[in-house]
């Protein structure tokens, strides 16, 4: 990238990165340009240059959200050969999003419904897995779509939950939901405990 671009791509990320903080905090409403760019440290003239509305900048930071969760996703399950392991996994990780993540789990919480069926993000990765544990034999269910509303439901219910009275869940209740999920999509009680309460991945 010449000087030029990178300067841009630097204004446009600034904005990005500022929109996402109002996202976490309170959300689109009353946010003007004028507070997005002066929160972005940048002239309120380059705003255009970079997006067409407020709306066009809050929907590019939703996708910034949705699509760094699913690297994060991608990298700690990368050697999850299950799918079933890696559906639950997957479960486990987003369900401490309030503790490793907290912007973006306050992002999900805010804005999620709309994206259950979005093409980036945990929802066609968690549609992936369960396909894959359906044809494994791991998941015995009929219509995908209606497991991945269920598990995306399932998971913006408990992030809220844990936002707004983290007195009434623990460092343990992600591993409950995701052997609740697993039960629920046809595993003994006996294999999704296993599964939801073995070993999670780390990074590096």
Do not use: C
């Not at 996994?89 to 987003?94: D, F, K, M, N």
């Not at 929802?123 to 991945?148: C, K, Q, W």
Request: charged letters at 25%; a negative charge; zero cysteines.
């Amino acid at each position: 990238m010449s000087r030029r671009e990178r300067r841009k791509s630097r204004i446009r990320q600034a904005l990005i990165d500022a929109a996402r903080a109002f996202l976490a905090r309170q959300g689109m409403a009353d946010v003007s340009i004028q507070e997005l760019t002066e929160a972005a440290d940048v002239g309120f003239g380059s705003f255009y240059n970079h997006f067409g509305s407020k709306e066009e900048l809050f929907n590019a930071a939703i996708a910034d959200v949705l699509e760094e969760h699913g690297q994060l996703l991608d990298e700690l399950t990368a050697e999850i050969e299950d799918p079933a392991e890696v559906f639950a996994a997957s479960v486990r990780l987003t369900g401490r999003l309030v503790d490793t993540h907290p912007q973006i789990a306050r992002i999900l919480t805010r804005t999620g419904l709309p994206y259950l069926d979005s093409d980036i993000g945990l929802a066609p990765r968690a549609l992936r897995d369960i396909r894959r544990a359906m044809e494994a034999g791991r998941f015995r269910l009929g219509n995908p779509y209606v497991a991945l509303a269920g598990t995306g439901g399932s998971l913006l219910g408990f992030l809220q939950l844990w936002l707004a009275h983290p007195d009434l869940v623990d460092e343990g209740s992600p591993d409950e939901l995701a052997e609740q999920l697993l039960r629920m999509y046809g595993m003994s009680h006996e294999e999704a405990h296993a599964i939801a309460h073995g070993p999670l991945p780390e990074k590096g």
